[in-house]
């Protein structure tokens, strides 16, 4: 087992800059995720610690050792792929054997180890089947039982399943949170999915345009996000942003949106008197913190119904707003008014986030 | 916005490996190995070239004694003027030329809409394929008196269609094989989205599928090309006079009254290799591109 | 009138059966989805409809008339697939191009016509920049939206979506859903939409077909598929995390769960007689939905069980709990506020109004009366 801890790496392919001056360290055991968008560079950072890329400029530690020039065969890593990449010729028994068998490994340690890994992957029963005839949940734990056999230090895990259909793809990430759970092994996994990210990481770096944007611990890092990148990037549906303008009415705040008028609470009151970026502001406000109905009620405003989306246990609601601006909410008892309906809109006062428009920066951390 | 979360604790070490001074000498040893191989590979191919390129300069005395690479008595010209005056090397050039061009491009023109239609629906289920593959195999030999019996009924012996029609017979299979792969990689879905917005099957097959194998094309076109410049067996057979003569059965002509006139035949031979030397070299792009490609494919 | 209907369309592939009687029709002008698992049957469908495929029997009609037999080129469709199948050798502008220049078509529109509503396209999905780019220099995400502007860019009778967004980023894929159903809505034109996705299927359907292995299980609105499914597949499908089912038995005014430890929960009045009418002595599934899970102290007198916390996973504003019960497992959504401790000893409390019956062998839900397992 070991720690994993980048510090000020930077990547180049040529001139583009695909990694940007990235530091974090991922604890020893932790569950690691690095979360983007396509095209953030979290693959680019990922094949930096398995040592399939060059590393720019930068430190990469694994514990207290610098392993930037180490090949990747040394580093003790293992990566489980986007694909499995299992290979189709062969059993569950030799595939998860190869990697031992490369490093000439005596063949009564390689069948220990091999029974050990699938006793503990569920697999022993399908030792002797030819991949091809697999499960989708079966084949994802051949690959991590490859992936494990060595007793790695650290597992390297690359979308292993964005290519898995919906329903399938929720029941894989639990049991990849169980099995890795059970291993405890220090597990670096990449995603662009948030809800996989927030569902199993123990804590999140999120990416993108290759730089780090904020790391935390999922819960944290939705309620209190550093950016408007972060704040938009987790939850689903995303924040609502709206442009407002800040004054102080007899010492405390007050903003003002086109569509209605905004005394926040006492903290958050608290920073955004402090904040010394101008007068604009952008309100962010998450769709579930967006009550909707149909009598008035303190802080509540007009808006207009654009369209529902029933989506089983919940339902969007798209709402247009007297200055013109478009918010989701989200409610979790069926909503019944129709389109076009007139309703009255108010949000959570504990959970609204300000941001500079400029900086993108959330006020807070300003 | 790079949030630096912690301080490394102690020294960083750096990894044990080999040294740098042992790596690089390898990397030089490995290097030189392959280009020693690639050199004797290069020697084995052009030899036999440079040795009928000074031939061709020998006087012919001294191409019927030595077998010396340079020449020893002098370089002299004759055979060349010879070569072109006594023997007409030209008109068997554009024989052949001809002949090549036009039975490649019947081949093509026979093989693409035959490997499409078995490739996308299936046309002639498993046997087919088997058969066309099957008659390539076969040695041509076999054939030669049919085929010689056939020609003559419709009249064709010594002519250049006659040579044209049997070449494109005997290469098409081959066409098809190479082409096949090429097909298969297209993804069906660019044609049912032609299909469904109203684009007949042919036409569908030439604007949308050919142009994505055109590596493909270009493969099977150059090989047709070499296949039908270089076959002798019928062009030796369908063929007795200068008027259709290709130019391998021209080079084999060079038979003067003391026997065969080596310096001639090197420098008409010599002749021959330029124009498809040139014609593969325009297209050694798409070819190695084309043959590659389809490797990679399977 | 562009009503698509499908009536007892059967295809086989040699032994494998991919649609089996197949029946369902999709108003003009809405947006239908067919909603399935992976090898359900959905691409067969749209290619049965779209003419690439022969059916082996049933019938197709659009807008009345009869086009089983009709080839894909005069069926008047446009369709989209999952792997864009961008014409590589065209530019992005004669990619969009290409569908209105048909021999078929090209009659209905002048070039400036074409033009133009190339052009239009292009703005609707934002790909205006790219227009004399090819395919191998567009991200992902681009060449998905061409993909979709090559369909949109016609006006047919009907257009075949399927699964057209599958390989976007999450986040992009949610934002194309909600622009997808905007442009189909404009331009008013029947939309026939498959998906594996079923949260995908619920926010964009206004019909909503069940496909599980050629069979179609349900069709209803979003709404009746998620609150009256018609058979524990339905039901266990349609919501995600799927839908908890706990065998029992019926006893006298409860039931008796017959996993693990005995255990009974019971039932209102209401239910009870209801219940009895159709299932009297016959196994039962009951079905809970993870929303309708809360969480207690174990010697809280309102639990039906008592478990403990296997998995705990924080999405934001919910939080999925895994919970063991004996040998047995129970997913739950409850709000991150309230959601319990990794490892804790909890009490599980249902919302028995909720709850679903079904016959535990043929999967068939019990209508134990309309008002009883409903939301209502």
Redesign the interface.
């Given at each position: 087992m070991a720690s994993v801890a980048l510090r000020n790496v930077w990547k180049y392919y040529g001139h583009v800059e695909a990694v940007i001056d990235n530091s974090w360290k991922c604890e020893d055991r932790e569950f690691f995720s690095i979360l983007g968008p396509s095209g953030c560079g979290k693959s680019s950072t990922l094949r930096m610690v398995a040592g399939l890329e060059e590393i720019s400029k930068g430190d990469l530690f694994f514990d207290s050792r610098r392993v930037n020039d180490l090949h990747p065969r040394d580093r003790n890593v293992a990566m489980v792929f986007e694909n499995w990449a299992l290979y189709p010729t062969m059993n569950v028994y030799d595939n998860i054997a190869h990697p031992l068998r490369v490093r000439r490994i005596p063949a009564r340690e390689i069948d220990q180890k091999v029974r050990e890994a699938a006793e503990f992957l569920g697999l022993t029963e399908i030792l002797k089947h030819n991949v091809k005839r697999l499960s989708g949940g079966e084949m994802q734990r051949v690959s991590i039982g490859r992936a494990i056999v060595r007793d790695p230090a650290v597992l390297l895990m690359d979308e292993p399943i964005s290519h898995l259909d919906a329903s399938l793809r929720s029941r894989m990430r639990d049991e990849l949170k169980t099995q890795i759970s059970k291993l405890g092994v220090t597990t670096l996994y990449i995603t662009h999915d948030q809800v996989e990210a927030m569902a199993m990481a123990d804590r999140i770096a999120v990416m993108n345009e290759g730089r780090v944007q904020q790391i935390g611990k999922p819960l944290d890092i939705y309620s209190h996000p550093r950016n408007i990148f972060v704040a938009g990037f987790i939850g689903e549906p995303s924040m609502n942003f709206i442009n407002c303008e800040y004054s102080s009415e007899g010492g405390s705040a007050v903003l003002k949106c086109p569509s209605f008028t905004i005394a926040p609470e006492e903290s958050c009151g608290k920073s955004i008197s402090r904040y010394k970026g101008g007068r604009s502001l952008k309100l962010g406000v998450r769709p579930e913190d967006v009550k909707v109905g149909t009598k008035e009620g303190p802080g509540s405003f007009r808006a207009v119904v654009d369209f529902v989306e029933p989506q089983g246990d919940r339902t969007i609601v798209s709402l247009r707003l007297a200055g013109g601006e478009t918010i989701l909410a989200q409610s979790l008892d069926r909503f019944r008014q129709p389109a076009g309906a007139n309703v009255q809109v108010a949000f959570d006062q504990r959970h609204l986030h300000f941001f500079n428009p400029e900086t993108g920066v959330n006020v807070h951390y300003a | 916005m790079a949030t630096h979360e912690f301080a490394v604790s102690g020294e960083p070490t750096l990894a044990q490996e080999e040294s740098p001074g042992s790596e690089g000498a390898l990397r030089l040893l490995k290097r030189t190995g392959r280009i020693f191989v690639i050199v004797l590979f290069l020697i084995f191919i052009l030899l036999p070239v440079a040795f009928i390129c000074t031939t061709s300069l020998k006087i012919p005395l001294e191409i019927r004694i030595s077998g010396a690479l340079l020449p020893q008595g002098g370089v002299v010209w004759e055979n060349w003027v010879k070569a072109f005056s006594e023997v007409p090397v030209l008109r068997y050039l554009f024989n052949s030329s001809l002949i090549a061009f036009v039975s490649a491009m019947l081949v093509l023109f026979i093989a693409v809409p035959v490997t499409y239609s078995i490739v996308r629906f299936r046309t002639g289920g498993f046997l087919l394929p088997s058969w066309i593959l099957g008659t390539y195999v076969m040695p041509p030999i076999v054939v030669s008196i049919p085929i010689f019996t056939m020609v003559k009924m419709v009249g064709l012996t010594n002519t250049l269609p006659g040579l044209i029609i049997v070449h494109t017979m005997l290469n098409l299979p081959i066409a098809v094989w190479l082409m096949d792969s090429y097909f298969r990689a297209v993804p069906k879905e660019l044609e049912f989205a032609a299909w469904t917005d109203g684009y007949s099957k042919v036409r569908t097959l030439v604007r949308v599928v050919v142009p994505l194998i055109k590596p493909g094309v270009m493969v099977a076109g150059i090989i047709n090309l070499i296949l039908s410049w270089n076959e002798f067996l019928f062009a030796l057979i369908l063929t007795y006079s200068a008027k259709s003569n290709t130019f391998p059965i021209g080079i084999s002509n060079f038979v003067g009254e003391h026997g065969l006139q080596f310096g001639q035949m090197s420098a008409a031979a010599l002749a021959g290799i330029i124009p498809i030397y040139i014609m593969v070299f325009f297209f050694a792009r798409n070819l190695v591109e084309g043959l590659t490609r389809g490797g990679l494919r399977g | 009138m562009a009503t698509l209907e499908l009536k007892n369309v059967s295809k086989k592939f040699g032994a494998v059966t991919a649609m089996n009687k197949v029946s369902f029709s999709a108003d003009e002008g809405g947006f239908f989805v067919l909603l399935g698992?992976?090898g359900a049957g959905k691409t067969t469908t749209i290619?049965t409809i779209?003419?690439?495929e022969e059916v082996d029997e049933g019938k197709i009609t659009l807008g009345g008339e009869d086009i089983t037999h009709e080839?894909?080129?005069?069926?008047d469709?446009?369709?989209a697939?999952e792997?864009y199948?961008l014409?590589?050798?065209l530019t992005v502008f004669q990619n969009l191009l290409?569908?209105l220049e048909?021999?078929?078509?090209a009659k209905e529109m002048s070039k400036n016509e074409r033009a133009k509503r190339v052009k239009e396209i292009a703005d609707l999905l934002s790909i205006s920049e790219l227009l004399h780019r090819y395919p191998r220099e567009l991200?992902?995400?681009q060449k998905q939206r061409v993909s979709l502007g090559?369909t949109l860019v016609?006006r047919p009778k009907l257009y075949?979506l399927d699964e057209p967004i599958a390989h976007l980023?999450?986040?992009?894929r949610?934002r194309m859903r909600s622009e997808l159903k905007k442009i189909q809505k404009e331009f008013g034109i029947t939309a026939i939409y498959a998906t594996?996705?079923?949260?995908?299927a619920?926010?964009m359907a206004d019909t909503l077909a069940i496909l599980n292995k050629g069979v179609i299980e349900q069709v209803g609105t979003?709404?009746d598929i998620?609150y009256h499914p018609v058979n524990s597949y339905v039901a266990g499908?349609?919501?995600?995390?799927?839908m908890n089912f706990m065998p029992a038995l019926l006893g006298n005014g409860g039931l008796d769960l017959t996993w693990g430890e005995p255990c009974r929960i019971p039932l209102g009045a209401g239910d009870h007689r209801a219940l009895e009418q159709k299932a009297a002595g016959q196994p039962v599934k009951v079905g809970v939905?993870p929303?309708d899970i809360s969480f207690v102290s174990p010697s809280d007198p309102r639990a039906q069980m008592k478990g403990k916390v296997?998995?705990l996973?924080?999405?934001?504003?919910t939080s999925?709990v895994?919970v063991e019960i004996g040998p047995n497992r129970m997913m739950a959504?409850v709000d991150?506020d309230h959601r319990p401790e990794h490892g804790e000893a909890v009490g599980i409390c249902i919302k028995m109004e909720r709850v679903l019956y079904f016959e535990a062998a043929s999967g068939l839900r019990i209508h134990g009366g309309e008002s009883v397992g409903t939301?209502e």
């Open positions: - | - | 698992a992976p290619n779209c003419g690439i080839l894909p080129q005069t069926r469709m446009a369709i697939f792997n199948a014409y590589p050798h290409f569908p048909s021999p078929l078509r991200s992902g995400g090559r016609r075949l980023d999450a986040k992009l949610h594996p996705d079923q949260l995908e619920l926010s979003p709404d998620y499908f349609i919501s995600d995390p799927p939905r929303v296997a998995m996973d924080t999405l934001g504003q999925i895994m959504k991150s939301a």
